[in-house]
């Protein structure tokens, strides 16, 4: 399978999971609108979601990911079946006392993460309870995270990309049919999201199963105490946990700083954790169905080019990813700065979602977008040196972007208010991808083939007549008025977005760029 096919099936996919993921924030937004209460659910559910971040997602498929795929290429499938077993065993039983902590803790932890909830009582202490609910969907999605770590290594990435798309599913079931019902006996609505959020863990973990036996990596874990002890004992298995360390460093500082704007933003007016979110949740859509797309597909592959020491393949590929990240993120960055209104207007401006509402999310989606570049980027750069079992490098970097992010804060929320959060993400984010690609060059890992000026300076010239073409368009039209004509402001919508694509890739091939190099890798 080609590099553009898998990252094109990620993408796909991913891009099924973030429109179900949309259809389910705008029945949030519409059925719940912006309060304290919505405030308390985000932040409740940010909390299992930034440990999954860590543990999950994190710092251990970055140092799980490479390893198994060392260990195939050196060791074969009967060595990979038995890493997988010893990471199965001491992941399970680091899960089952994670979670028990985390249910008994989840006061100190909403306190932690979003302390001037405290202004409204009843909403803290709503954020308690769903945390504790919430808290186990940890456990689900960290074991998902082990079994799309496998499943990727063996070039099988339909059913991880897909799995989110389950809790998507099961939380717009939850504001359908159970909101409703809940509110019908004098329940709060709100905790019926925990129901779906757990829903969506367990069916998410479900559809793994059948996908690992199909492949003969199904885990054979230890429940006793001498298989724990026999797991922990094994050298590739300690590897792991060697690397996780300096990798729980760097994906916690990112963590951290999405700790500190959440408590900020808990100080700031009411719904500011809201409409955050909301920028979050459309920010999602380029950086996932690009760069999460392709940190998926490089890593193990960047991994077994180290393994066999093809620099050539290894550096071809760092270089493929990051010539599609400024195709595509350039772009994108330019909607996201002169386009936001309209998008978060079509997007979310329905029920109880209002006027003011669509201006305060569209500010903080203009300042993600400023750093889009970055965030994508980061997700292709970093996998080039976890491939190399460097891990401390980018946590190292990641630090320095943390304090770069944290100083923005203090001279920009003064005056943006939760926009300065966004921003100030955006900015570090530059920060960090633009660190770690001068290091890889330092290093002589990568090397960028001929043609990268004129490539950059075709890329600009048409995201120049983009963004003349979308500012046209945002104050041609009245988005927010059309409110009252949702088919007619979502059919507008569709032809700026058809309209911009298409002048965007014509302006690229009138310059002379080559999209079927891009195909072809």
């Not at 077993?85 to 089952?96: A, C, E, I, K, R």
């Not at 909403?123 to 769903?130: G, I, N, S």
């Not at 392709?294 to 093809?310: F, K, Y």
């Not at 298409?502 to 190099?517: M, S």
Request: charged share 10%.
């Amino acid at each position: 399978m080609s590099l553009f096919k898998a990252a094109s099936t990620v993408s796909l996919l991913t891009l099924a999971s973030r429109v179900t993921g949309l259809v389910r924030d705008v029945l949030f937004a519409s059925f719940f609108g912006v309060s304290a209460l919505t405030d308390a659910f985000y932040v409740a559910f940010r909390i299992p979601n930034l440990f999954r971040r860590i543990f999950g997602e994190g710092a251990f498929s970055q140092a799980f990911v490479p390893v198994l795929a060392s260990v195939r290429t050196t060791e074969g499938d009967a060595g990979a079946k038995n890493l997988v077993d010893h990471v199965s065993t001491v992941l399970l039983w680091t899960l089952v006392v994670l979670c028990i902590l985390g249910v008994v803790g989840a006061p100190l932890m909403v306190w932690a993460l979003a302390s001037g909830l405290q202004k409204d009582p009843h909403a803290y202490d709503a954020a308690v309870l769903m945390t504790r609910w919430m808290f186990p969907y940890i456990g689900f999605m960290s074991l998902v995270a082990l079994a799309g770590g496998i499943l990727n290594t063996w070039k099988k990435f339909a059913v991880p990309a897909a799995s989110p798309v389950l809790l998507n599913l099961c939380m717009i079931a939850s504001i359908a049919l159970a909101a409703p019902w809940f509110r019908s006996i004098g329940i709060e609505p709100i905790y019926s999201q925990a129901i779906g959020v757990m829903a969506g863990g367990v069916l998410q973990l479900a559809i793994q199963v059948p996908a690992l036996r199909r492949i003969g990596m199904w885990p054979r874990i230890g429940v006793a105490f001498s298989g724990l002890r026999a797991a922990w004992n094994d050298p590739s298995t300690r590897k792991i946990l060697g690397l996780m360390l300096p990798a729980l460093l760097g994906v916690s500082v990112a963590q951290i700083s999405l700790l500190i704007n959440t408590q900020i933003a808990s100080w700031l007016p009411a719904g500011s954790v809201s409409w955050l979110n909301n920028a979050d949740r459309l920010m999602e859509f380029p950086t996932a169905l690009l760069g999460v797309a392709l940190g998926v597909v490089l890593m193990p592959q960047l991994a077994a080019a180290r393994a066999s020491q093809d620099e050539e393949r290894y550096s071809g590929m760092l270089d493929w990813g990051l010539r599609l990240v400024v195709l595509l993120a350039i772009p994108s960055s330019v909607a996201l700065l002169v386009f936001a209104a309209p998008l978060v207007a079509t997007l979310f401006h329905y029920g109880a979602f209002k006027d003011s509402d669509v201006g305060q999310v569209a500010f903080a989606l203009a300042g993600y977008g400023t750093g889009l570049l970055g965030l994508v980027a980061i997700k292709v750069l970093a996998p080039g040196y976890y491939a190399n079992h460097d891990m401390k490098t980018p946590m190292k970097i990641a630090i320095a972007a943390l304090v770069v992010t944290q100083l923005l804060n203090a001279v920009l929320v003064p005056f943006l208010q939760h926009a300065g959060l966004a921003l100030s993400i955006g900015i570090g984010a530059l920060v960090n991808a633009g660190a770690l690609l001068v290091g890889l060059l330092r290093r002589g890992s990568y090397k960028p083939r001929p043609g990268w000026l004129v490539f950059a300076l075709q890329v600009l010239a048409a995201s120049a007549l983009l963004a003349v073409f979308l500012t046209w368009a945002a104050h041609a039209f009245p988005w927010t008025a059309w409110r009252v004509e949702p088919w007619r402001r979502a059919g507008m919508m569709a032809a700026m977005l058809a309209g911009a694509m298409v002048l965007y890739f014509g302006a690229l091939l009138a310059a002379g760029v080559k999209l079927r190099q891009f195909v072809t890798r």
